[in-house]
């Protein structure tokens, strides 16, 4: 089986996140969205809730799954035998990023590729930190959030019932 671990903390995942998703998806059996936990990030979201998120967004997908992990992405691979490391990449910078990152876990067990997948250019500026900003200063990120999150974050708007 081809199984592919796609990291990251998907704090909130965007629509961004899910067109690489979605373009990745025929290029494997399993798709594992996963979400590291970072000791170092206070994430704005719940592990919970973004792992619900996921799960929500491809409830009708069965190749996709959600999970979380700590420590090394390249023992979370070995972990779950995937041979796959998906990564996307929005702009130039973030590709010397994540190869360096990538040239790490191969020298860690090369046995585990990274596959780089471009974002569609309508997504390349959106990133979970700038959607965070909005969110906090109450703007309107319906243009880059799944129907999903944008459902979550209308429930926590609404005024508490008596």
Not at 57 to 69: F, G, L, R, T
Not at 85 to 103: H, Q, S, T, W
């Amino acid at each position: 089986m081809r199984i592919c671990v796609f990291p990251g903390t998907f704090d909130p995942i965007t629509l961004g996140h899910k067109d690489v998703i979605d373009r990745a998806i025929n290029l494997f059996d399993e798709l594992i969205i996963a979400i590291g936990v970072n000791s170092s990030k206070v994430p704005m979201y719940a592990l919970e809730q973004r792992l619900q998120w996921i799960r929500d967004i491809y409830k009708d997908e069965p190749k996709v799954k959600a999970a979380s992990y700590k420590g090394l992405t390249v023992d979370f691979c070995q972990q779950v035998n995937a041979k796959y490391i998906l990564r996307g990449i929005r702009y130039v910078n973030d590709f010397e990023y994540e190869k360096a990152i990538a040239d790490v876990n191969r020298a860690m067990d090369n046995s585990i590729e990274t596959i780089f997948l471009t974002c569609t250019p309508q997504f390349t500026s959106i990133a979970s930190t700038l959607v965070r900003d909005i969110i906090r200063n109450n703007g309107n990120v319906s243009q880059f959030l799944p129907e999903a999150v944008l459902q979550t974050l209308a429930k926590e708007k609404e005024p508490p019932r008596n």
